[in-house]
């Protein structure tokens, strides 16, 4: 449940909206129109689950610039979406780096925050780099909305390392502040639970859900398209597959944002999102189509919350697109089984801001 929010409709102003009452439903005509719900206002949140890494000593962007999948040129003094990867191309984790006055701080998942610092300690030789879990020492931020880019002037004051969020549009500004600080940027309001949902519906993923260790592939987790790999930098661990399939130019699945519904494909406007109701989903459980019987299914869950996220084949997601617009007497739907047995109706849509990449 969101609180403190007041129910959305895209088809009226947002600004209108007073965000003192609870969020209970979010209504809107187009799935794309979810992406821009909470963008037009001042909101930031703190980001729990979220561990930092410090690296520093005289080779740390040299060791860094082999270990990720970025350019450590595309920091320019601030920060940038990257990952780390299996020598044989799969995530271990998409990750933040920032430089600092004396290094740079890696933000993962918290969840394989000790797994990356081992393989950063496995990596490290004799290169003269330090690495040091600092967690406990600082707290990661996100900060969205109008205001944010009054409040990228003042960042460096506010933050001990921060950088634009360019995953996707207006995504804002993400500061590691140190816990011995609370960040309190005026005219802002304070809304943890949206930034989950937010990321969800605009399509952006993050995280062990989204980027499953050991097994995704960047390209499928739109790492690319969120600008955290560069296909011209030097070598690095895992970029053999990685720049082979962008060279053949075909990716056949991505990471996509999806509806839950009880009951119906999903496709009836105008579309909703129930923020009282979760599904009892696992993350990575599979996606099937309903009533045909497949050997493989054509998607895979991701993060789970009112909305979703799913790596689903693109070709089957443009079919589901397309059937809403058309009176087609045999319409795909996509569902998913729920802790309990029961159907969850699942209903993908293609970001707007994806270039023509599909």
């Given at each position: 449940m969101l609180r403190g929010l007041g129910a959305v409709s895209i088809s009226r102003s947002l600004s209108a909206v007073p965000f003192q009452r609870r969020l209970s439903t979010i209504t809107v005509q187009r799935p794309t129109d979810f992406e821009r719900v909470f963008d037009d206002h001042d909101q930031y949140a703190a980001l729990e689950g979220r561990a930092l890494l410090e690296v520093g000593g005289a080779d740390a962007t040299d060791f860094l610039q082999g270990m990720q999948c970025n350019d450590m040129a595309q920091i320019a003094g601030r920060g940038m979406l990257t990952g780390f990867l299996t020598p044989q191309g799969r995530m271990v984790a998409d990750a933040f780096v920032y430089a600092t006055g004396s290094g740079y701080m890696v933000e993962v998942d918290a969840r394989v925050g000790a797994h990356v610092q081992r393989l950063l300690a496995f990596y490290r030789l004799r290169a003269r780099v330090t690495v040091r879990?600092?967690?406990?020492?600082?707290?990661?931020?996100?900060?969205?909305?109008?205001?944010?880019?009054g409040l990228a002037r003042d960042a460096s004051s506010l933050a001990h390392a921060w950088t634009y969020d360019r995953r996707a549009p207006n995504m804002g500004l993400r500061l590691v502040v140190p816990r011995t600080r609370e960040l309190a940027p005026a005219g802002f309001a304070r809304h943890d639970p949206v930034y989950r949902l937010r990321r969800i519906l605009k399509g952006v993923g993050e995280g062990a859900d989204d980027f499953a260790r050991d097994a995704a592939v960047p390209l499928e987790c739109n790492l690319d398209i969120m600008q955290g790999v560069h296909f011209g930098k030097g070598c690095y661990v895992g970029q053999e597959l990685t720049i082979r399939t962008h060279h053949r130019g075909v990716v056949r699945k991505r990471l996509v944002p999806v509806l839950y519904s009880r009951a119906g494909d999903g496709t009836a406007t105008p579309l909703r999102v129930d923020c009282a109701w979760t599904p009892e989903l696992r993350p990575h459980a599979d996606v099937g189509r309903v009533g045909v019987a497949a050997r493989r299914a054509p998607g895979?869950?991701?993060?789970?919350?009112?909305?979703?996220?799913?790596?689903?084949?693109?070709?089957?997601?443009?079919?589901?697109?397309?059937?809403?617009?058309?009176?087609?007497?045999?319409?795909?739907?996509?569902?998913?089984?729920?802790?309990?047995?029961?159907?969850?109706?699942?209903?993908?849509?293609?970001?707007?801001?994806?270039?023509?990449?599909k």
């Open positions: 879990d600092v967690s406990a020492e600082h707290q990661v931020w996100s900060v969205w909305g109008p205001g944010s880019a895979r869950l991701a993060s789970v919350a009112s909305a979703g996220l799913a790596l689903m084949r693109l070709e089957l997601v443009a079919q589901y697109e397309a059937q809403q617009h058309a009176d087609t007497a045999d319409k795909i739907a996509f569902s998913a089984t729920d802790a309990a047995g029961n159907r969850v109706f699942v209903s993908p849509w293609t970001p707007s801001w994806w270039p023509n990449c």
